[in-house]
């Protein structure tokens, strides 16, 4: 049971680029969310999905595209890089309808930005 | 909008020894829930313990045992017999009925145990 996978690990982009960062979850969980993880701060809402084909934004949607075509997949796109995008990223997923169960988290992407 | 605020940036205990990290939050809403996350240098994350609202007993996991006062919208963890595995950040979340599963989270507490 792989739970939530992220890919890649480690990524540096220039300004401008784009690319997209992968999520998948082998849990059959129907929420997924993406986070970021600012120095010396906890982590911020990005986007997130109650399911397939649905999507929302979170605290900080600014930047970033999300969709969420299967169950098992939601990935973040970064539409045209910029510095202040440089953080550790955080997928998560977790059971719907009941808010106390516990989110699993993937291992975290960190992407630098010059 | 929910706010969790940590007000202990880092802190430090002796292996052994009993520690307390605070956190308060701010609602309006009154069903909701409440989680520790720890965060090792792994960079995982990793449920700790969590709390209902609506329940007044406190939560305890082991070694982690909560302190959750509604009125006054604080919910602290305590480590007893800390360990040197501890050793992590420590993020508290707070989730409401109406949100989903979407966690608000504070800033953290960095918690050094010394051998």
């Known amino acids: 049971n792989a739970g939530v996978t992220q890919t890649p690990k480690f990524q540096v982009l220039k300004t401008g680029q784009s690319m997209t960062l992968q999520c998948a979850q082998d849990m059959n969980h129907e929420y997924m969310s993406w986070y970021r993880q600012d120095p010396g701060m906890g982590l911020r809402l990005i986007h997130y999905s109650v399911g397939a084909g649905i999507t929302d934004q979170g605290e900080v949607p600014n930047g970033y595209n999300v969709s969420r075509s299967t169950t098992e997949d939601f990935p973040l796109r970064l539409l045209s890089a910029a510095p202040s995008q440089t953080s550790v990223y955080f997928c998560a997923s977790s059971t719907g309808g009941f808010p106390n169960q516990p989110q699993h988290f993937g291992d975290g992407t960190r992407l630098s930005i010059l | 909008a929910q706010t969790v605020t940590q007000s202990q940036p880092e802190m430090s205990v002796q292996e052994a020894e009993t520690v307390t990290l605070s956190c308060t939050y701010d609602t309006s809403e009154n069903n909701y829930y409440l989680f520790w996350y720890k965060q090792p240098p792994s960079r995982q994350m990793i449920l700790v313990i969590r709390?209902?609202?609506?329940?007044?007993q406190n939560a305890t996991e082991n070694r982690f045992s909560v302190n959750f006062q509604k009125a006054a919208k604080s919910f602290s963890l305590k480590i007893s017999d800390s360990q040197l595995g501890d050793t992590a950040m420590y993020f508290c979340?707070?989730?409401?009925?109406?949100?989903?599963?979407?966690?608000?989270f504070g800033g953290g507490t960095r918690l050094m145990v010394k051998p």
């Open positions: 979340a707070f989730i409401d009925y109406n949100a989903g599963n979407m966690l608000t």
């Open positions: 709390q209902e609202a609506y329940k007044q």
